[in-house]
């Protein structure tokens, strides 16, 4: 058995306990600038989800207005509209994944976290002007392939960055805060138990 | 500097007729001949008294003491008639015992051979527990190595795009005659620490 003593001379007590659930290869990646290829999968996964949110919600309205006006044939609306709907939603359901939690559902599939300037979560404004520059310059993503620091175009204006953060929301403020609000864990995880 | 000279001057013997004269030489060596011989006498004398005395004082004083303090209570005698506390006090303000203790004791020696099961039961080992479940969050560590496949099959996926990512970048670095790699760094402020980059 390894004595503890061993254990501590191997282990740093500021390494984060929680990473070292992460795969041993990929605790380096996490806290680095994500690439193109993971963020582009992650923007079809989340373009994907939203398309399919779109056609959920065209085939409820077909079938609310089929039940109570079956007899009036309703086509497929006109692409300008889907495309608009499409464009709204995407651009509010960013908003509010990087807002809330600093990352949409592709990127939490995909492990990244969008950031701003100060490496903490966005602001709900950041996030708002980010998720409205994404949807309007889909291409500003492809500056990452050749931006020294993984930078896509609204990353370049709005000086946010996309890191590695395979952790789930609950436990990424290891790696998200800074040295004052790790300091003060312990006494805010007191101050909710006291709440609680 | 000045340096004085002594002339010898030698002139033969002349007795002195005076009979003066002889009377007070015959006087001063008298009383010279009396004082030297007292001074001796008192010397010897003192110098024998003091082996005589010492040689009885040795003889005599141990047997005395051992037969007075034979018959005394010493440590009763202490303990009723000395002020203990205030000797202790006094020593222990000029001892540093605490730097004493560091340097004479062993004090690994006796933690190894101390009842650790005793200090153990005085130890809230609950609340200890409770605490260390908390501040490495527990919980959290067994939701994350507990995902299951699809977890696996996300933890691949991911692996396998940031692999591609690093491939993109050095056939575009290449490309662009870029020396350096890419800095991944976010170091904007400082603020966002990466735990596993260290390790």
């Known amino acids: ?196 | 500097m000045s340096s004085r000279e002594v002339v010898v001057v030698s002139r033969p013997f002349e007795p002195e007729d005076d009979a003066l004269s002889l009377a007070r030489d015959l006087m001063a060596s008298t009383i010279g001949l009396v004082a030297y011989s007292t001074q001796t006498a008192i010397a010897l004398t003192q110098a024998m008294a003091q082996s005589i005395i010492g040689g009885a004082l040795d003889r005599l004083v141990p047997p005395l003491v051992d037969s007075i303090v034979s018959r005394v209570n010493l440590t009763d005698l202490v303990i009723s008639r000395v002020d203990l506390r205030a000797i202790v006090e006094s020593a222990l303000d000029q001892l540093d015992l605490t730097e004493i203790v560091v340097q004479r004791v062993d004090v690994n020696r006796i933690v190894a051979e101390a009842n650790i099961d005793d200090v153990i039961d005085r130890v809230p080992m609950v609340q200890i527990a409770d605490y260390i479940i908390e501040e490495i969050d527990l919980p959290q560590i067994i939701r994350e190595s507990t995902g299951g496949i699809a977890m696996d099959a996300f933890t691949t996926t991911r692996y396998s795009a940031a692999r591609t990512d690093e491939f993109v970048s050095k056939i575009v670095d290449t490309l662009l005659l870029r020396r350096k790699g890419r800095d991944l760094e976010v170091i904007d402020t400082g603020e966002v620490v990466d735990p596993g980059s260290r390790s």
């Open chain 1, 1 to 196: 058995m390894k004595s503890f003593r061993e254990f501590r001379q191997a282990h740093d007590v500021d390494d984060g306990i929680v990473l070292q659930t992460l795969p041993v290869a990929a605790r380096a990646l996490q806290g680095e600038r994500a690439g193109f290829v993971t963020r582009l999968i992650a923007a079809v996964i989340d373009v994907v989800i939203v398309g399919a949110i779109m056609i959920g919600i065209w085939i409820a309205v077909w079938l609310f207005l089929l039940v109570f006006n079956p007899l009036v044939e309703y086509g497929m609306p006109r692409p300008g509209y889907f495309v608009l709907g499409g464009y709204f939603l995407m651009w509010a359901y960013w908003s509010w994944g990087w807002a809330t939690s600093g990352r949409s559902i592709g990127q939490g599939l995909m492990g990244i976290r969008v950031l701003d300037r100060k490496g903490r979560f966005p602001s709900w404004q950041i996030a708002v002007v980010r998720s409205a520059f994404c949807v309007t310059f889909q291409v500003g993503i492809a500056w990452i392939l050749v931006s020294r620091r993984n930078r896509s175009v609204q990353d370049v204006v709005l000086r946010t960055s996309v890191i590695h953060d395979w952790t789930s929301a609950a436990s990424s403020d290891l790696i998200v805060s800074g040295p004052q609000e790790s300091n003060d864990a312990p006494n805010r995880r007191a101050a909710q138990r006291e709440a609680s």
